[in-house]
């Protein structure tokens, strides 16, 4: 009789064993457990995501200088506070804080200075844009944007131009400084008409 409760007994424990084994697997089975497959998938996903990001900053260089001579002889020599390159024409340079000063075989200077710029270091072409500033003798230049032409050796002045000088104050729509020549068109998109034809190495407006 003793022998036989003994045997339930072992029987119940058994079968309580198992029930308990069968509820704990029942119930952590639920609960979704990370795999060494799916770990490393989410660290290559971030990997590419700091790749992005990282691609999306550019090399910037700070103070650079670009020194030369255009197609007449004349010396240049082009500052940048910040610049970088175009990632698909790296001869395009991308710049900021911007200043150039041109050099002429008769010994007068032009300055001129913008908040941005862009220079090809192939074929010498400048781009000025905001705030763009240039003085040549005694005459001061005021615009938007400007371009230098090193094949055509013009410096075009446009968009809300201003010149300041001895004489007085001029509005215009577009200036066209002949480097070669020392000669400055004003241009008026009112008539089509050139207004002035003006020498500046005269030293008048």
Do not use: C, H
């Amino acid at each position: 009789m003793i022998e036989r409760k003994k045997k339930i007994l072992l029987i119940q424990l058994t079968l309580l064993f198992f029930g308990v084994a069968m509820i704990y697997g029942t119930y952590y089975s639920k609960t979704p457990k990370m795999s060494d497959e799916s770990k490393t998938g989410i660290k290559n996903k971030k990997i590419e995501e700091e790749s992005e990001s990282s691609s999306d900053q550019k090399d910037v260089f700070f103070n650079i200088e670009y020194a030369g001579s255009d197609l007449t002889g004349n010396r240049y020599i082009l500052k940048s506070e910040e610049a970088f390159l175009d990632e698909l024409k790296p001869e395009i340079v991308y710049m900021k804080k911007v200043n150039a000063t041109f050099y002429f075989k008769d010994n007068t200077k032009l300055y001129v200075w913008s908040d941005k710029g862009i220079y090809n270091n192939k074929t010498l072409d400048m781009k000025f844009e905001d705030n763009v500033k240039a003085n040549y003798l005694n005459n001061e230049l005021f615009a938007e944007k400007a371009d230098y032409s090193n094949r055509q050796s013009f410096l075009t002045i446009y968009e809300k131009v201003r010149v300041n000088n001895e004489t007085g104050n001029l509005i215009a729509d577009k200036l066209l400084f002949d480097v070669k020549n020392k000669k400055l068109d004003i241009t008026s998109f009112k008539d089509g008409a050139i207004n002035a034809n003006i020498k500046l190495n005269e030293k008048r407006f």
